[in-house]
Structures are given as structure tokens and as C-alpha cells.
């Protein structure tokens, strides 16, 4: 057995320990002594435990054993079985009991750390580490906790790049303890924590299930959109070759009514040389809705989810669109948006924007020359079921809409460039949840700007038997976050190899966002974080993070540890800190939810991986390796979570984090932390009591 240590952080003094502290059991056959053969580093423990048995092979219980060292310069061993490394080299541990004894070989290793640094923090405090420091916390007082975060703070996007990383607690006693001038105390049960919302009693927690179901049809929808954006790159946009916006122009025609029928490409791509017919459903003075005419005769767009479209659209995207990302451009002076259904949108993908309509067919063939949203037609007739309804379609045009904006941008921008997908999207996902909550707001529900909690949706679905139309985009966006970031591996820019199914980083993307909005764009003074935004998304600002650079003022890394610092004191016993979260409880509502338990893990934001099937996240400072998560397994109704074999050992994607949290119980001189598998990473202390 190998027992990995890796800091030398105390010196200790040597001795020989024998003591028999009782009568010995004269039935004693045999003793057996664990663990076989263990290897740790100079100043650091191991606890042995001894067994007696009888001739026939029974326990004997309450044996009383006298322990041994064979060199007392290597290893010393107390009355308890504790053997503390002393110098480099090997010691025979020995237990005897009843003129029986059993010894195993205590290998004593260099240490692998060349110093330690200490952890001087007080509550609310917090401090940064390279990945590859060696900690040492103090054990101070009974109940002192600490939360530790180890992350890759890495924009290098290769869903590949998930290296196995670790994080090991090893306990460490004082120099008289270890001398024997002072007893080794008992590594108690520290205090422990519930760190899940105080639900007022009677909350009525949700059925995630039909959420779920839509994370299935949003996570085919961002694969099209990953592909779509890749395909836009290889065309090679040129501002030369695209369309002016009336925006831009001195005027405009008169708005009429739309045509009953159109022919429109369908397939957004540029090599596509034959049109669709489409005919006309349902049109306003700012959407009109076209259907692919044959789809139309099998799966017809109802008129009630046309008319909810629309009425969403005028009502809650129309104008809000603007103040978060710019005016929205008009390249064919119809002075409407145009929604299509398409029946080639691939892998039933909910709804795609294709930036070459931006340009004239002479440089892309298939483009259609303005500005149009492709959807499923099923997405949006969803809305009429009557049993199980979704209104995913509402949210997704406001996502959509986005995209128009931000893309029309991205391919004027001298020279033409993207944003990073992870930019894109996560920032299309700010547009859908602060339409809904714009949307929520109109018909009584929590103003925009104020911080939404648990009790704002349950108390709304509990008086209205169920979650309103203009809400759903706020609930979906909670069941993406808790499945993106409870999970591991996790990232913000990448669905990294190993990752759940439901894993998205366009929800992580989305808490980096919201976390900037928040921090940096005032968006607790109701639309305030739109300045911020706007900025980030017109041409004359360079793209991806060098936008956030210029609009936040800090580095991706400064921004990265912000967030972590942020996370880690959420909805704690401490002030939040000055960059925070402050207009979502992030605790709170990613607890909404009593099924299934992809969507309601027995743990809470930010899911510090100690975490046990109760709920606890803290653990104490006893010897132990964390990497993996609890697990979910089995099928259907039998899935549950069940902690992870100790020899698992589990990945941190580019840019993922993972969070665990100790709580100390005062006893010995505290516990020395290193983290492998994650040299480039880092390591952040945040002192919680």
C-alpha cells in the first residue's frame, strides 16, 4: 500500500515508544496489523491499527497492545499506534499483545515539497496560490473552515486537455506533541455545517423532469450552434461583402405587410442553391412568422404558439435587445424580424442564426439577404401541450435574437472576428434569462435588478399551480447551471472529455456573465449591465477576452480569481466580497428542484466535492484524498448518487474549478494540503469561519 505524502512541515524530535497501559489477553494467537507496508514522506503520520485474534481464528476483543518502533531516528510510534516520519529510511512498526506480535516495514521517503507556506487568513479573507504549493493550515479553534479551490485558469479550448488532479489532507502534529511532552490528541469530529438554503417551511420544491428535457433538446441545439459558428469561420467573412443595416442608412421603406409567400433558403449554409417555399402564419409590426409550406401540411404552427410568440417578442425581446447588445440591424428594410420553421435543422436542434444572411448571394449563394431566425417547428408547438407544455421557444428567441445582433457585429468588425464560442453563447444566454426575467417581472413577479431566490419561484408556483411562460428561461437556466457546474469535469469554455451528458459550458458561460454583469455592469440598477455588454459586443471592440479586458478593466485571470472569490463566499456567514453576485442566490435557487437528481444532488452550490449523502460539504482535517465527486449511477427511478471509490481520481477541464471545504477541531498543530495533477492551476483559500 502506498500512502502518498508530500510536505515536510514540522520538525519532530525522535524517541522509541513502548508502553503496555493494560493486562494483555493470554488468548492471543495471532495479530494482524494494517496497513501492510505503507511509504510516506519525512513529517507526516500514518495510524496503524491492530486486530488480535484466536486460535480459531476469532477477534479477541478489547486487546490491549504495546507498540514498537525498530528505529527511533526513522520513525517514532506512539502508545495509540500513531508513527510520525523522522528522517529518510526504514523502521519495523510492531504491535504485541499476549505474547503474540505482527510488524509492518514504515517506509520513510524524502519529502516531495521543498517548503510549505502557511495560511494566515482571517474570516472573509482570501489568498491565491501557484498549483503546486504546499499549504498548511492551522487547526486554530474547534469549527475554523476553509474553503479550497483548486482550478485551471486556461483559455485553451481542447476538450482533450482533463488531467486527473487531486487534492490530499494530511493532519499534523506539534513538535511536544509528537515528542511525547504533550499527548496526541484525538482527531474528533470537527463542527459541521449545512451550507443548503433555510427553506421557509411549507416551500414547495419543483419536478425538474420537463427541464431535463429540455437541457436534451438545448444540448443538441449547441452542438448545431458549435458547428454552425465553425462553418461561419471557414467562410471568411469581408466587411466588404456584407449587407448595410438601415440602422446605418440616411432612411427606410415604409413598413409592409409581409408576402403570404416566400421562397427562403432553408439550410443555412452558402453552397445551398435551392430555396424553400415558406408560407406566411402570423405577423406584427416587429416578427413575422413564416412556416416551410410542406411541414406545414403534416405539423402545422398553431395559431396559439404564433400568437405567444409574437406577443413575447413585442412584449419583452423587442425592446430589451437593443439596450444589451445594440441596435438590432435591418439589412433588408423590412423592419422585421423573420422566423422560420426548417425542417433541415440538424439532429432536432431547437433554432440556429446564420451570419452568412448577412451578405449578398453574390459572396454567399445561400444566403437570404436579412435577418432570420431558423426553428424546429416542435419547439415551438410544444407550448401546446396539454399536460406537459414547454415554452423553451420564448427564451430561445430572445437567445436567437442576440445572436442576429452579435454576429452582424462580429462580421463588420475590421478585421471580420468572432467571439470565442464560449463569449458568444454565454452572453446569448444572458439575453434569454434577462428576457424572461424582464418577462416575469410585467406580470408580478420579482423586479429585474433585485436578487432572485427560492422563494420568489416557489411562492409564484405555488399561487399559480405552475411555472409561467415568461419564467421558464429563469428555471431552464438554473437546471443548465446546477448539471454544469456540480458536475466534474467541469469548464467555462469547453465540454470537456468525461463530462456529463447534460454538461454545457454555454451555462457556465452564463455564470461567468451573470457574475460580471453583476460585479462589473451595476446590474442591480435594473438594466444597468447592458452598458456593459453593449460594449462588449460592437464592432469597434476587439473580440473575445481582450472585450472583457476593455469593458472590465482586469486580465481573464484577474476576472477568473474574482469569480472564484465570489463563489466561494456566496450566501456564507461572511460579507459578500466587493465583486459579487447581486442580483441571483445562487444557493438558493439551484435548490429548487426534488427531481431527478441530476438536477437535485444531495449537495449545494458551489458543490464542494467533500460533500457526503447528508448534505454536509465540510470534512475535517483527517487523512484523506479528494478527486471525484459523488456519482451518479443506475437507470431511470433507480439512479442515485454514491461517493466515489477512494482510488477514483477525476479530471478538472480548461478552465473548470472544484471547491472543497475543511473544518478543523482544534486539535494537533492543523493539516497540510497539496494538490497534484495541476501544477499550472491554482489554488485559492478562502477562510469561511
Known amino acids: 500500500m502506498k500512502i502518498r505524502r508530500l510536505c515536510l512541515l514540522i520538525p519532530v524530535l525522535a524517541f522509541s515508544a513502548c508502553g503496555d497501559t493494560g493486562t494483555t489477553v493470554d488468548t492471543i494467537a495471532s495479530i494482524t496489523l494494517t496497513p501492510p507496508s505503507p511509504s510516506i514522506d519525512v513529517g507526516l503520520s500514518v495510524q496503524f491499527e491492530a486486530q488480535a485474534r484466536d486460535a480459531g481464528g476469532i477477534v479477541v476483543p478489547n486487546a490491549t497492545f504495546t507498540w514498537a518502533t525498530s528505529n527511533s531516528s526513522v520513525a517514532s510510534i506512539t502508545t495509540d499506534g500513531l508513527a510520525t516520519a523522522l528522517t529518510v529510511g526504514t523502521a519495523a512498526i510492531t504491535a504485541s499483545a499476549g505474547g503474540a506480535s505482527a510488524s509492518e516495514v514504515l517506509i520513510v521517503e524524502p519529502s516531495q515539497c521543498a517548503g510549505r507556506v502557511d495560511v494566515i487568513l482571517s474570516a472573509g479573507q482570501f489568498q491565491s496560490y501557484a498549483g503546486d504549493t504546499c499549504l498548511f493550515l492551522p487547526s486554530g479553534l474547534n469549527g475554523d473552515r476553509y474553503r479550497v479551490a483548486v482550478s485551471r485558469p486556461t483559455l485553451i479550448s481542447d476538450p482533450d486537455d482533463v488531467p486527473a488532479v487531486a487534492l ?9 506533541q509528537v515528542a511525547g511532552v504533550e499527548p496526541v490528541p484525538a482527531l474528533a469530529e470537527p463542527l459541521s455545517y449545512s451550507d443548503g438554503p433555510a427553506f421557509a417551511e411549507g416551500m414547495q ?10 437541457a436534451a433538446v438545448k444540448e443538441r441545439t449547441r452542438r448545431f450552434h458549435m458547428e454552425l459558428r465553425e462553418r461561419e469561420e471557414a467562410l471568411g467573412l469581408r466587411t466588404s461583402g456584407v449587407l448595410p443595416s438601415r440602422p446605418f442608412l440616411a432612411s427606410g421603406p415604409v413598413l409592409a405587410d409581409p408576402p403570404a409567400r416566400a421562397d427562403l433558403f432553408l439550410g443555412l449554409t452558402c453552397d445551398q442553391v435551392a430555396t424553400s417555399p415558406v408560407a406566411l402564419v402570423a405577423f406584427n409590426d416587429d416578427l413575422v412568422i413564416y412556416q416551410d409550406s410542406v411541414q406545414g401540411m403534416t405539423a402545422a404552427v398553431s395559431p396559439a404558439s404564433s400568437a405567444r410568440m409574437l406577443a413575447f417578442y413585442s412584449d419583452y425581446v423587442r425592446d430589451l435587445m437593443p439596450q444589451y447588445w445594440g441596435d438590432t440591424p435591418d439589412t433588408d428594410g423590412n423592419g422585421r424580424i423573420i422566423l422560420t420553421t426548417s425542417p433541415l435543422l440538424p439532429d432536432s436542434a431547437a433554432a440556429g442564426v446564420f451570419s452568412g444572411d448577412f451578405r449578398s448571394t453574390a459572396n454567399c449563394a445561400g444566403s437570404n439577404q436579412g435577418e432570420v431566425m431558423y426553428f424546429d417547428n416542435e419547439v415551438i408547438n410544444n ?5 406537459d407544455p414547454s415554452f423553451l421557444a420564448l427564451s430561445v428567441m430572445a437567445h436567437e435574437l442576440k445572436h442576429i445582433t452579435s454576429l452582424y457585429h462580429s462580421v463588420r468588425r475590421a478585421p471580420p472576428q468572432f467571439h470565442n464560442l464560449w463569449i458568444e453563447e454565454g452572453t446569448a444566454e444572458i439575453a434569454q434569462t434577462m428576457a424572461s426575467r424582464v418577462a416575469w417581472a410585467a406580470i408580478g413577479g420579482p423586479a429585474v435588478g433585485s436578487v432572485l431566490d427560492a422563494a420568489d419561484i416557489s411562492d409564484w408556483n405555488t399561487a399559480n399551480q405552475g411555472i409561467a411562460p415568461e419564467m ?21 469554455i469547453t465540454n470537456p472529455a468525461g463530462a456529463s451528458s447534460f454538461h454545457t459550458f454555454y451555462a457556465s458561460s452564463w455564470h461567468w456573465h451573470r457574475f460580471i454583469g ?6 442591480s440598477t435594473p438594466l444597468a449591465d447592458g452598458q456593459l455588454f453593449k460594449e462588449m459586443t460592437d464592432s469597434l471592440t476587439p473580440s473575445g477576452p481582450a472585450a472583457l ?21 456566496h450566501r456564507t456567514s461572511q460579507p459578500e466580497p466587493t465583486r459579487a453576485f447581486s442580483t441571483w442566490d445562487l444557493v438558493d435557487v439551484t435548490a429548487i428542484f426534488a427531481n431527478p437528481p441530476d438536477v437535485a444532488p444531495p449537495h449545494s452550490y458551489p458543490w464542494p466535492i467533500t460533500t457526503n449523502l447528508a448534505g454536509s460539504s465540510t470534512v475535517g482535517f483527517t487523512a484523506a484524498v479528494y478527486s471525484c465527486p459523488l456519482k451518479l449511477v443506475g437507470t431511470g427511478d433507480a439512479r442515485a448518487y454514491q461517493p466515489p471509490a477512494a482510488t477514483d481520481r477525476c479530471g478538472i477541464g480548461p478552465s473548470g474549478v472544484r471547491f472543497h471545504d475543511f473544518v478543523s477541531s482544534g486539535a494537533g498543530a492543523g493539516a497540510q494540503i497539496v494538490v497534484t495533477g495541476a501544477p499550472t492551476g491554482r489554488i485559492t483559500v478562502t477562510r469561511l469561519r
Do not use: C, H, K
Not at 428561461?473 to 466534474?488: R, Y
Open 168 to 176: 490530499e489532507i494530511n493532519p499534523i502534529f506539534s513538535t511536544a
Open 205 to 214: 420544491l419543483l419536478d425538474g423532469t420537463r427541464f431535463l428535457e429540455d
Open 383 to 387: 407550448m401546446d401541450d396539454p399536460t
Open 472 to 492: 421558464w428561461g429563469i428555471v431552464g437556466q438554473i437546471a443548465d447551471v446546477i448539471v454544469a457546474l456540480s458536475t466534474q469535469p467541469n469548464s467555462l
Open 518 to 523: 453583476d460585479a462589473y455592469g451595476n446590474a
Open 549 to 569: 479586458a476593455q469593458v472590465t478593466g482586469r486580465t481573464f485571470d484577474q476576472l477568473y480569481e474574482d469569480l472564484i472569490v465570489a463563489m466561494s463566499l
